[in-house]
């Protein structure tokens, strides 16, 4: 398959592209992770749906299972492990459930903004919050 060489190398390039465009979605969402508070899930979980639902670019480039740059991949990864450092301790004080890390967390926020925004409708819409919401609820651990 040789000839298809070329289309893939385009799709790496464009996948390369799209990375590059949305790094500074990834800047904004990393200072409202790394702002001081002892525990600030819901307003780090709700501004990163708003970015997701504002930016259709930024949600497919975060919903990929492998970033196309290393720098990508380093930024991404460093995310993952603020939010999990703050999981921990939303989980300590009995705020999350147990069973919920980090990569699941941003699997269930992708899915809905991705939904929210494929009904048309703004993160800050009613129905929109409302999803949302029902996600973050559901993320609390059980009296």
């Known amino acids: 398959m040789p000839e298809l060489a070329p289309v893939t190398t385009a799709r790496g390039r464009v996948a390369e592209l799209e990375e590059v465009l949305v790094l500074d979605r990834f800047e904004e969402l990393a200072e409202v992770l790394r702002a001081p508070g002892a525990s600030r899930l819901e307003e780090v979980l709700s501004a990163h749906f708003a970015l997701l639902v504002e930016d ?15 720098r990508t991949a380093a930024v991404r990864q460093g995310l993952v492990e603020d939010l999990a450092a703050l999981l921990d301790r939303a989980r300590a004080a009995g705020e999350v459930r147990a069973e919920v890390g980090a990569p699941e967390v941003l699997l269930l926020v992708c899915a809905l903004a991705h939904a929210v925004r494929g009904a048309g409708l703004p993160p800050g819409a009613p129905r929109a919050q409302a999803l949302l919401r029902v996600l973050l609820d559901g993320l609390r651990g059980r009296g």
Do not use: D, G, Q
Request: proline share 7%; aromatic share 6%; no cysteine.
């Open 56 to 70: 259709e670019l930024f949600e497919k480039v975060t919903a990929r299972a492998a970033p196309a740059l290393a």
